[in-house]
């Protein structure tokens, strides 16, 4: 099978988690929540566009996936790397309506 028929199983199950994720972490019903953005996407490195200086991270592009999702108004940004493991962003959580725009410092994917 090629990598390209695995692509939208691997997405699938990376929104399948960070649905999984925010429904466990909310208390929420799953069909509260709305998938905004599911997508691949090439990170530009191993921060996968997210803030977290407390792990080493590669320099070099990485291959992953980002997942947006609404629930009541409110912005959850997943993001995984070739893992397909999605990792909540809790510095990209904004209400809806928001700036909606990543800190200066976190690059946004190439795709």
Avoid at 35 to 52: F, H, N, Q, Y
Wanted: contains cysteine; proline residues 11%; negative net charge.
């Amino acid at each position: 099978m090629s990598t390209e028929d695995e692509t939208p199983l691997e997405l699938s199950s990376v929104t399948e988690a960070a649905v999984a994720d925010i429904v466990t972490r909310m208390g929420i019903d799953p069909t509260a929540v709305e998938v905004l953005v599911s997508e691949r996407v090439t990170w530009p490195d191993g921060r996968l566009g997210c803030i977290d200086l407390s792990l080493p991270y590669t320099l070099e592009p990485v291959e992953g996936y980002r997942v947006v999702l609404e629930n009541d108004g409110q912005l959850f940004h997943f993001h995984a790397g070739s893992d397909a493991t999605p990792k909540l962003c809790e510095s990209l959580t904004e209400r809806a309506g928001g700036p909606g725009t990543p800190e200066p410092s976190i690059p946004p994917p190439i795709k």
